[in-house]
T-cell receptor, first 113, second 109 residues
Framework: DAMVIQNPRYQVTQFGKPVTLSCSQTLNHNVMYWYQQKSSQAPKLLFHYYDKDFNNEADTPDNFQSRRPNTSFCFLDIRSPGLGDAAMYLC????????????FGQGTRLTVV | GQNIDQPTEMTATEGAIVQINCTYQTSGFNGLFWYQQHAGEAPTFLSYNVLDGLEEKGRFSSFLSRSKGYSYLLLKELQMKDSASYLCAVRENTDKLIFGTGTRLQVFP
């Protein structure tokens, strides 16, 4: 059973049209991450939540916002997508106690036209 | 600042052993992870090191030296399905999980 679910798997949006990507988890993990991954590159951390505490990376563009209304759900909002924002967006979760790895969703591949 | 470096590409032959290195300089250290990622798929967890030494898990082993800021992933008895990207990731004290540049491994028959 999928534990970290991202919807949709594929998203096509128009240049400048706001788009929201969603991530849900059944693991009750308190840390959630959003990564952007472009072709042949490593995942780049955009931001992460520790419970409701939001942590933005210094180089994450203002165009990217996030919401976490509860433990299970996290959203990535791209306010005005540009062609350079086309990428795979990965959500991951992790619990903070013990030696645990991050669990990844299948990702959402965003195309901007 | 953060710096996690890996070789960009490696090639190896089926049945052989390959070692993928990772060097890091990060703000705090709270563990190092290795992930495998096939093209178009999400990363999957391979191994975790937080103390110095070797962790073995079947065909895969991972080594860590915190004083040297160095880790490696060792893959034995290579199979064609091991062709993938291998990502080193460091967890900082702030719970940030930062990925290295990734190594694309190609296994040939």
């Amino acid at each position: 059973d999928a534990m970290v679910i991202q919807n949709p798997r594929y998203q096509v949006t128009q240049f400048g049209k706001p788009v929201t990507l969603s991530c849900s988890q059944t693991l009750n993990h308190n840390v959630m991450y959003w990564y952007q991954q472009k072709s042949s590159q490593a995942p780049k951390l955009l931001f992460h939540y520790y419970d409701k505490d939001f942590n933005n990376e210094a180089d994450t563009p203002d165009n990217f916002q996030s919401r976490r209304p509860n433990t299970s759900f996290c959203f990535l909002d791209i306010r005005s997508p540009g062609l350079g924002d086309a990428a795979m967006y990965l959500c991951a979760t992790r619990r903070t106690t013990g030696r645990t790895e991050a669990f990844f969703g299948q990702g959402t591949r965003l195309t901007v036209v | 600042g953060q710096n996690i470096d890996q070789p960009t590409e490696m090639t190896a032959t089926e049945g052989a052993i390959v070692q993928i290195n990772c060097t890091y300089q990060t703000s705090g250290f709270n563990g190092l992870f290795w992930y495998q990622q096939h093209a178009g798929e999400a990363p999957t967890f391979l191994s975790y090191n937080v103390l110095d030494g070797l962790e073995e898990k079947g065909r895969f082993s991972s080594f860590l030296s915190r004083s040297k800021g160095y880790s490696y992933l060792l893959l034995k008895e290579l199979q064609m399905k091991d062709s993938a990207s291998y990502l080193c990731a460091v967890r900082e004290n702030t719970d940030k999980l930062i990925f290295g540049t990734g190594t694309r491994l190609q296994v040939f028959p």
